[in-house]
């Protein structure tokens, strides 16, 4: 549902661009898809340090790539349920959501903001 209103929101685009985002939701979902599967099978094996440096770098891209978007919280929670439920992989996405939607929509406008005045003063 998200993701066809942004997709309907997309100002006279044309077909290739549609075709672009919809590659880039695909690319986000097996992308996350494939990170969770292979936390999960980490932490299935009895490595649960290794897992938490997973999530530690998902924390971490989450500053720079927005992966509070829809398809990226699917691809993560139906990648882990396989291993451990659903309810463990919530854990995650409230931990990345939070600092990617912090990121990406408090903290870059905030810098956007600054380096416009910044370049209107000079």
Do not use: W
């Amino acid at each position: 549902m998200r993701i066809e209103k942004r997709v309907n929101n997309l100002s006279s685009q044309q077909f290739d661009d549609s075709r672009q985002f919809y590659r880039g939701v695909l690319i986000a979902f097996i992308t996350l898809l494939l990170v969770s599967l292979v936390q999960s099978t980490i932490f299935s094996f009895g490595y649960a340090n290794i897992a938490m440096f997973f999530l530690l770098g998902l924390m971490l891209a989450a500053i720079f790539v927005p992966l509070h978007k829809m398809e990226c919280i699917l691809g993560y929670v139906l990648g882990a349920t396989f291993f451990t439920g659903p309810v463990m992989p919530f854990v995650g996405v409230v931990i990345f959501s939070v600092v990617s939607v912090l990121s990406h929509l408090c903290i870059k406008p905030l810098f956007m903001r600054i380096k416009n005045v910044k370049k209107a003063a000079s």
